[in-house]
């Protein structure tokens, strides 16, 4: 049985690289369920492309961010979790075209704490998602941004 299962096996492979080679199946068609959550124009979309169906907010999650940023070419965000088990951090720009900005995953006993610069078109929310336990949670803080950084 086992010899059978190659076999088959080494037909399908075959047969995939076959049609990948040709062209007539190219990735985005294979994995069409698959979204790119950085191609998101919205935060609604950035939060389905990542499978979040409800978050909790929370108050471990600190964000730290200038009230005011004078050039929002590269605003200066730092988010940390306190919350036990924390396995990823997400950093969005809600009214930026493109509003993921970042995506950090941490490993067992991590510091999960990020600091980063963020491009910024005009003021706006940024959001902090946290992965812990299998749940999301989220806290917001406005930035009020004087001169674009997207195009402005």
Sequence with gaps: MERRSFLKDCVVTGATGATF????????????DEFDPFQATSVDAVLKALGVAGTEASDRIKIRA???????????????STIEGTTEIIAIAAANPK???????????ATTSVDSR???????????????????????????????????
């Design 21 to 32: 080679g040709a062209g007539l199946l190219t990735p985005s068609i294979a994995f069409a």
């Design 66 to 80: 200038p009230k005011i940023a004078e050039n929002g070419a590269a605003v200066p965000v730092g988010i940390t």
């Design 99 to 109: 509003p993921l900005a970042a995506r950090y995953r941490f490993g067992k006993g």
């Design 118 to 152: 963020i491009k910024m078109g005009e003021t706006t929310e940024v959001i902090a998602l946290v992965r812990a336990g299998g749940k999301y949670y989220m806290a917001k803080t406005e930035v009020k941004v004087t001169l674009g950084g997207c195009g402005g």
